[in-house]
């Protein structure tokens, strides 16, 4: 199997942590005009930092090796 650095998968994970960091920065604003308000603050914070640790595992390319051993361990290949 080859594990190579993607330049592609870099980029998409740092936008995806951007966007992440960006919703921990504003979660009031976020949660007050687009979810229930003042309750669900905690919520809105948790759910950009799962994005941001997401974005880090797609920028330093572990998530498609991750999938990869996952999907190999659920289908593996038969031999003829």
Excluded: C, E, H
Aim: aromatic share 16%.
């Amino acid at each position: 199997m080859d594990y190579s650095f993607n330049i592609g998968w870099l980029f998409g994970g740092l936008g995806i942590m951007l966007a992440g960091g960006l919703i921990v920065i504003f979660y009031k604003q976020i949660s007050d005009n687009f979810v229930s308000g003042v309750s669900s603050y905690d919520k809105v914070k948790l759910f950009g930092v799962i994005t941001a640790i997401f974005g880090l595992l797609v920028a330093s390319n572990l998530l498609p090796v991750i999938l990869t051993w996952l999907f190999q361990s659920m289908f593996p290949r038969q031999s003829a």
